[in-house]
Each structure stands twice: as structure tokens, then as C-alpha cells.
Nanobody, 122 residues
Framework: QVQLVESGGGLVQVGGSLRLSCAASGSIVRINDMGWYRQAPGTQRELVAG???????NYADSVKGRFTISRDNAKNTVYLQMNSLKPEDTAVYYC????????????????WGQGTQVTVSS
């Protein structure tokens, strides 16, 4: 019903920048909270940044001051601007969205993107 497609990952040197994008499509009535998570090998998936529909944001302590999350509600798209990248930022980054869909009733589901690899080389 809802698909999330991420883009913008890649290989970057320490101190560099990347911008991730995640576009949602499908039978969407409304998207509430959106967020970015990441998972490095051998670790659990962790929240990097979240944003409400109204634009309130929250960040993991490890990325505060370096990453900025934003969204375009008209485009059902969320972004993650990543600056001053460090080797420990290397991970697969996943987009998440809480979307309201209408089947026989109004329902809210959490959807995930397929992930995009971010590698920071030293």
C-alpha cells in the first residue's frame, strides 16, 4: 500500500557531507511522524532523528549539531542532511513513516524503506 524509497547514500570521507532523501508513495491519506534509523553490522537498529508532521524534531545525542532532519509534507518526503561525518556514522540508514491509510477503515501503520548504505572512510 505504501512504499518508501530512499536515496542519497554512498561513500564519503571523514568530515564530508551527504543528504539522504526518502519519498513515500501509495495509498496515503496522511503521514504523521517520520524518521531515520541506522544499523551498523552487529548492532541494533537505532533512531537517528525523528520529525513530526508539524516539524518538531528530535535527535540521537551522537548526531546532534551535525545532522538535520526536515520534511516536505506536500511531497511526502523526509530528508536527512548529514555534515561532519565520522567513521562511526557508517551504517545502513532506514527511513520510517507512520502513515494513515484507508482500507475498510482508517488505520495507521509503520512503514520502512529498503535502506541505503552510508560509508565514511578515514
Amino acid at each position: 500500500q505504501v512504499q518508501l524509497v530512499e536515496s542519497g547514500g554512498g561513500l564519503v570521507q571523514v568530515g564530508g557531507s551527504l543528504r539522504l532523501s526518502c519519498a513515500a508513495s501509495g495509498s496515503i491519506v496522511r503521514i504523521n511522524d517520520m524518521g531515520w534509523y541506522r544499523q551498523a553490522p552487529g548492532t541494533q537498529r537505532e533512531l537517528v532523528a525523528g520529525i513530526t508532521r508539524g516539524g518538531s524534531t528530535n535527535y540521537a545525542d551522537s548526531v546532534k549539531g551535525r545532522f538535520t532532519i526536515s520534511r516536505d509534507n506536500a511531497k511526502n518526503t523526509v530528508y536527512l542532511q548529514m555534515n561532519s561525518l565520522k567513521p562511526e556514522d557508517t551504517a545502513v540508514y532506514y527511513c520510517n513513516a507512520d502513515a494513515v491509510v484507508f482500507t475498510s477503515t482508517w488505520q495507521t501503520f509503520a512503514y520502512w524503506g529498503q535502506g541505503t548504505q552510508v560509508t565514511v572512510s578515514s
